[in-house]
């Protein structure tokens, strides 16, 4: 049975300049289409499905209205097995939460927030795109709070052009005193097809890479003083609170994604759905695959995705799982960039600010 189910749920109330996962405006007839198809997607892999965890990632999942997602979640309760859930997270941007609806949320089985505040500087989230305040980020976590959530995590964003470290710090220092559960932080990348990219590309974005690396220790020191635990490269918990869902994809756990343009992995199996809703939905109510792209992977292949996503966990490397690559690690380990426990390779802490260079020993 396939233990951790990712739904996507594509629409946004604003497309940020930065991101690159598949999204869009929503249409009250083009939502409800899709809500209809997703529904059908999980009815159909119901059979081999008992999912542990469970992941609405998007686009902005709380970007759906009260009755759109009361439908989606009945909807599920319904045609799924949803009794072994342990951990149930949704993605919010703090534009879209409202109390009667975090209680719905709750209700239904949700019991993990993940919340993109990115920074508390109002500037800067104008920089972002992005449509909230620092003032409406608070209101909304502690709105959160309010519903009953005990389990909050916050996506924070460093490398921003015109970021100070300063600026970073107070980020931290503001995240820190309102006291989630789970902090990521994330360096800014240029994905190809955002308008980012585009500005990089013609001179008028530019990176900082010495003051990023500045920006990645001070969370580190930061948050490990306060107890949050640097669990993999960008995110950072408190005890027994990682993501349970993410570890699941790091780890290498076969994952079963529903909606468009959703990936799933499956017994050495992979494939992608249709990165178009419309399409998606209309392919999918007729009986037809929504899936658009597919391979096999090899076993050689598993265990190198297996063994460089491991890596950039607290978990590492078992030396048994490391031997095609034993020359490499001992030569990054000369570097400074791992060292090794009784059992187990494990990046220093130059290793993680490096962490893409030391994962081209997989390749």
Known sequence: MIEHLYIHIPF?????????????????????????ALLVEAKFHAPTLRPRTLFFGGGTPSALS??????????????????????????????????DKAHLLLAAGINRISMGVQSWDDTLLKALGRTHSAAKAEESFHLLREAGFQNISLDLIFGIPNQSLA?????????LRLNP?????????????????RLRKQGIMKANE??????????????????????????????????AHNM?????????????????????RRWRNIC??????SSTMSGKTAIDFEEQLSPQLLAIERAAFGLRTYHGLLFEKARPWQKAMEEMEQHGLLYRTSDRWLLTRRGKLLADVVGEIFM
């Open 12 to 36: 946004c109330p604003n497309i940020c300049p930065y991101c690159a996962f598949y999204k869009e405006s929503a249409g009250r007839e083009r939502v409800e289409a899709f809500i209809d």
């Open 66 to 99: 009260f009755s759109q997602m009361e439908r989606l979640l009945e909807g599920l309760h319904a045609c799924l097995n949803l009794s072994a859930v342990e951990e149930w997270t949704i993605e919010m941007n703090p534009a879209t939460v409202a109390l």
């Open 167 to 175: 600026s970073w710090q107070a980020t931290l220092e503001h995240t």
């Open 181 to 197: 559960e789970h902090i990521s932080a994330y360096g800014l990348t240029y994905e190809e097809g955002t308008e980012f990219f």
């Open 210 to 243: 010495h003051l990023e690396a500045d920006q990645f220790e001070l969370a580190t020191d930061l948050l490990e003083q306060h107890g949050y635990r640097h669990y993999e490269i960008s995110n950072y918990a408190k005890q027994s609170r990682e993501s």
């Open 248 to 268: 699941a994809y790091w780890l290498g756990r076969d994952y079963l994604g529903l909606g468009p343009s959703a990936f799933s992995t499956v017994a050495g």
């Open 276 to 281: 178009e809703t419309g399409l998606y939905s």
